[in-house]
């Protein structure tokens, strides 16, 4: 019987690669229509037997590849059958392989499992010492990867998060992790979402191959999912519970869910879930974040086509910033599932892992504080800006009289203070938000009336970092009064950028140098807090 065998694209700019009997090579070649910087031009070796309808992969390439899913480094080598993918490089260039005729008796998908999945002796010299470092060996007790018996709900902090975990779910060092809507479900009504509980269905027809492949080699599958519309009361928990068991049911592969109800430090991209599966529910595995991956549907990519191929923006980088917390490889469900490349996306405005220290706090350098006389300084800044930190720690302390309204009930009560400062020629600090002419108007009168000098000093932040700072106070600080969303918008709405014309003497700008009382608050501020 003749047999021919192909390597069928999945994507419209591959063409069919027609292999023969024996070794092919396979890379960034004009036969494959791949020009991608990331493929070697020998990238992996296809070792044909047509006989058996099988073939014997190794990877030759520096990046890894992809067998149904499943990431393999160089060296790696392992049997591909009819219905394989093959991904050329991880996540990228998806093909097919079609043996003509099929073999008579499919057998199981020999890649999906780890003792075929096998590395050559000699790839230990040329191993990236930073790779080997990271993927240290990782001692398990037998005891822990015992499957569960049976399904269980668990309540955390009092309904603040729940946990699901199927029967069958198994302890790992590795984890496939999931958003849930938009990733592993979409609506059945096309709406972005669901009007009821059973208006959902799987994403891609290819989800539950994924799933079932990446279970037999050992990952652990975890979803993790906002879901404030339980808090709120817009979804009824009880329906909630049984649409998760009814998907986990229509996968066919057992999954722990991870499900976060209220705002905090559970809800993505802040990793309380993550943190939890860590410490609580992964029987004491230590878990390598170098082999585990996260996918979501929220990345922060912009709107694409028109009419029909238009692609609303995604609603926010909440999983994108997830993964970026916890330090996991991320990718999109079209990324994953589909093989589909890497697209771009809109980075948010602030990043918090930058290094704020080598700031000057003040601009100009040379701002001089004390002053050499009796002076008033306005404060301006949106709520969350730092204003109030700064000037309780760089001017009370040097004897200012700090005013704020919030302390001393209103801004007629602030002007009496201040009165009372300048009469006793003491410097004063106006701290309140003072975004418009309007307000800081009084107060510049107030100082001309006792001939004192008046400066503005203006906190020099982003609307986007105002906005992570109150995010951090709310997490760090319950006894401060929330900032909603709507005050905020009202306060930029009024902003007017302060002019020596309103008859300011300087204007100061203010550079925030976050101080913390707690390791872990540090930690926290560096992380983003914020899904916009």
């Not at 201040?418 to 003491?426: G, I, W």
């Amino acid at each position: 019987m003749k047999r021919i065998c192909l390597l069928k694209p999945m994507e419209p700019e591959h063409q069919t690669i027609h292999l023969n009997p024996g070794k092919n090579i396979i890379g960034r070649q004009k036969e494959t229509g791949i020009r991608d910087g990331k493929c070697s031009r020998k990238q992996v070796q296809l070792d044909v037997d047509m006989e058996n309808a099988k073939i014997n992969l190794k990877v030759l390439g520096l990046n890894p590849c992809g067998i149904n899913g499943l990431m393999g480094l160089q060296h790696t080598q392992c049997e591909l059958q009819h219905g394989d993918v093959l991904e050329v490089v991880y996540g990228r260039h998806p093909f097919e392989v079609h043996f003509k005729p099929p073999p008579e008796v499919e057998k199981p998908l020999a890649s999906c499992n780890k003792e075929n999945m096998e590395v050559d002796a000699q790839g230990e010299e040329e191993e990236d010492p930073i790779e080997k470092e990271n993927n240290e060996e990782v001692v398990i007790d037998e005891e822990a990867l015992q499957e569960t018996t049976a399904d269980s709900w668990n309540d955390v902090e009092k309904g603040k998060m729940l946990v699901f975990t199927s029967k069958g779910v198994k302890a790992s060092d590795k984890i496939a992790s999931y958003d849930m809507d938009g990733t592993i479900i979409r609506t059945k009504s096309g709406n972005v979402f669901p009007k009821t509980c059973d208006d959902w269905m799987l994403n891609y027809p290819e989800v539950p191959k994924k799933l079932k492949c990446l279970n037999e080699d050992g990952f652990k599958i975890c979803f993790f999912t906002n879901q404030g519309g339980i808090a709120k009361g817009k979804t009824d928990l009880n329906e909630f519970k049984q649409k998760i068991k009814q998907i986990i049911s229509k996968l066919q592969v057992p999954v722990q869910a991870f499900i976060a109800i209220t705002d905090g430090y559970y809800r993505k991209p802040l990793p309380g879930m993550w943190e939890h599966l860590e410490r609580h529910c992964n029987n004491g595995v230590r878990i390598s974040k170098e082999k585990s991956f996260y996918v979501g549907d929220a990345a922060g990519r912009p709107e694409i086509g028109k009419g029909k191929t238009k692609r609303r923006k995604d609603h926010s980088l909440a999983d994108r910033l997830f993964a970026q917390n916890v330090g996991l490889k991320f990718y999109t469900p079209e990324e994953h599932f589909l093989g589909m490349k890497k697209e771009e996306w809109i980075r948010p405005e602030f990043d918090p892992t930058k290094d704020v220290e080598s700031l000057s706090q003040l601009e100009p350098k040379d701002t001089k504080l004390p002053a050499d006389e009796c002076e008033m300084i306005i404060m301006v800044g949106l709520p969350g800006s730092g204003k109030s930190h700064f000037a309780k720690k760089n001017l009370a302390s040097l004897g200012y009289t700090v005013a704020n309204a919030d302390t001393v009930g209103n801004v007629q009560a602030c002007l009496k203070m201040c009165e009372n400062a300048l009469v006793s020629s003491k410097s004063c600090v106006v701290d309140n938000t003072n975004v418009d002419v309007e307000s800081r108007k009084k107060f510049i009168e107030l100082s001309k009336k006792f001939k004192v000098p008046c400066r503005c000093f203006i906190m020099n932040v982003s609307v986007a970092q105002v906005k992570h700072n109150i995010a951090f106070r709310q997490l760090t600080d319950v006894k401060h009064s929330k900032i909603n969303e709507m005050l905020l918008n009202m306060m930029k709405k009024k902003f007017t950028q302060p002019q020596l014309e309103e008859g300011f003497t300087e204007i100061v700008k203010v550079n925030i140098k976050p101080t913390f009382e707690r390791d872990d608050w540090k930690r926290l501020y560096t992380m983003y807090l914020v899904d916009k």
